[in-house]
């Protein structure tokens, strides 16, 4: 039988069922979770893994004080710079394909970086890692958001999607501290390779094709701008750190980078064919919850910063205790993003956010009164259980929003904003409030040479980086007021993508 002798009701027929065919729960979905978290995991772990392992690295490849902070900052750089066009990238040749290629890049440059015999070849390695992790990060989140298109189950998936990235970090120190003592520093790059090979094979067999398939042109001149302005903005406050802000290098990486980002902010509303198209930021409660993340993971990074470095220094932990002690704070995240999932679409974000955050705040003030006497059990404890559910409440929520509500075309790039909003916070955050705590205890150890004296400067840093950590979190629950308390579009959104979620390519 040809086609012209398909009665037109046949024809209605077969279409419907191929449009429901279409539309049908993917069967290995919750298989492609378990691969799409093993692969963000990979890209956390190794957030943290190596600061742990830096100065053994240092000492073994006679890298100098001056460089070593390259192993960080290469890293940082290359990921929060490349994060706006690896989503465009995601959405251009398909997220299963930019998924599987970030894999297999991100181990290559692992597996170089654990072979290195010269600190240049460490710092390329990592800036390989960050440039592979700026393509994986949109993928993972932009996979979950199209792969579970029933809202409910689109919850659960982000549920345990927010719970691994609430453990990455935490599980890295204690990860890269067992590595160093028990193996050597090297392994804190080659356990990626495993990992990230076994992904993309997995990924293979249990991702559905999307994306891709479509001619996309390129906006070369707004990749330079955006990418340019983000890793001088990022490399600015990291120099900072290092040569002051009055430094007129400083000074004029940041204006620099400012400018380059306002015009490619301008740039994005006048070309046809935008790196980040306006329909995505334009609306008020998803630039809202963006800028909750942003201050979100500023907090956490200047939280993990300075507590890490108390326990060590004031209270003597090893590495693999200090890593072991953040075990509440991830148990508390994973609580409060379960409860955060179990009330989106109930509650308008603000209602779930902004408590979220002031708990988190009165967690870290607890922090404050810390002593070089103080018993972990009694103080350190009753202190990270309340931080880190509210941080998870928060982050859990701020997520839902800034990626609900975008058509399957743009789920790579919202993620990549998204992104790009935590690592650019979190990187900024962490080199302010470190120069403030420097700051504040500046004195005391230039005047002071003894161990007591030493502790004392100590203790003074960390009190006041960690009221410092709570009034990020104040401003962030402000912001969150103002702006995310009405009933979300993007929670009605998480409904509405799911209607724009077709299978493509």
Known sequence: ???????????????AKAAAAATAPDPLRWWALAVIALAQLVVLLDGTIVNIAL?????????????????????????????????????AVGRRRAFVLGLLGFAAASAAGGSASEPAVLFAARAGQ????????PATLSLVMTTFTDPRERRRAFAVFGTVSGIGSAS???LGGLLTE????????YINVPLALGAALAGMRVLRPGGGGRTVRLDVIGVLLGCSGLTAVVHGFGAAEQHGWSSPGVLGVLAAGGLLVALFAVRQRRVSHPLVPPRIVGDRQRAGALGVAALGHAATFGLLLFLTYYLQAVLGYSAVAAGAAFLPL????????TLATRLAG?????????????????GVVLLTRLDPGSAYVSQVLPALLPAGFGLGCASMTAMTVATGGVAARDAGRAAALFTTAQQVGGAVGATVLNTVAVGAAGGHLAAHLSAA?????????????LWAVAGVLLVAALLAAAVLCRPAAANGGVSRIAAAARPEG
């Open 1 to 15: 039988m040809t086609s012209s002798e398909i009665s037109p009701d046949a024809r209605k027929a077969r279409g």
């Open 55 to 91: 100065p053994s690295a240092q000492a073994d490849l006679r890298m100098g004080d001056g460089s070593r902070q390259w192993v960080i900052s290469a890293y940082a750089l290359a990921l929060g710079g490349l994060l706006l066009l690896g989503g465009f990238l995601v959405d």
């Open 130 to 137: 960050g440039a592979f992790a700026a393509l994986l990060a």
């Open 172 to 174: 890295g120190l204690i």
């Open 182 to 189: 028990y193996l050597n520093w090297r392994w804190c790059m």
């Open 330 to 337: 991830t148990v508390g995240m994973t609580a409060g993003v």
């Open 346 to 362: 109930r509650l308008a974000p603000g209602t779930v956010i902004v408590p979220g955050l002031l708990l988190a705040a009165s």
């Open 453 to 465: 004296a030493r502790v004392e400067a100590a203790v003074r840093q960390f009190t006041v980086a």
